[in-house]
């Protein structure tokens, strides 16, 4: 058999739109999902699930209605299932999520104009 | 409130065993754990659980029944449930491993010396 790893570099190079979560992996019924993003996104929650956030490329920041996280390359962050948040980045970012299968990107928000569609592998 | 990223450079300042993965962050059910390999470890296989290696340093190699995988840093590979596997890594490596929580080391092996405690957080 022919095993490949998953490089993050490469997969990142392999687009250039921001907001737009696109599959590279599978873990049971877990998909790690990756992004860049640059400026504010929505005010959102998960009423049904973690969510994890792993900077690969720059600083990003999450707002809390109570507090923020700076999340910068090389570090992780888990935002718990029900918790409003707002990521920011002030210059784009390269990150993955990490979460069950079939998360919106905007949560328990009515789907809207930047809500992604879901499972795009890259 | 007071919001912390998880740094991974930090967390592996924190110990110097390897073998021994240590919990970082959890997920649902989920947990992130990092360690520190060098050397071969044995033949096991999770039949009921895919597994997720991120290296964070160095180069690993995971060997299976028909052939290799190689993961650099900055690079990740899932081996799927019931697939028999053996990491190896001739320098030592930085690895974080992703998996329900709960699961051994040493997979479907009886327990051995080198199954590692589970639920150890850093």
Chains 1, 2 share one sequence.
Do not use: C
């Not at 997969?11 to 590279?24: A, G, N």
């Amino acid at each position: 058999m022919n095993y490949q790893p998953i490089n993050f570099i490469e997969k990142f190079s392999l687009f250039q739109e921001q907001w737009k979560p696109k599959v590279i992996a599978e873990l049971n019924n877990y998909q790690f999902k990756i992004a860049k993003i640059k400026g504010d996104f929505i005010w959102h929650s998960h009423s049904d699930t973690d969510e994890a956030f792993i900077v690969i490329r720059g600083k990003l920041r999450i707002d809390f209605r109570d507090g923020a996280v700076i999340i910068d390359q090389g570090e992780m962050f888990i935002v718990p299932k029900g918790v409003e948040h707002k990521p920011y980045a002030e210059k784009e970012v390269q990150l993955m999520l990490i979460e069950p299968e079939g998360v919106k990107n905007t949560g328990d928000e009515a789907a809207n104009k930047i809500t992604a569609e879901n499972n795009i592998w890259i």
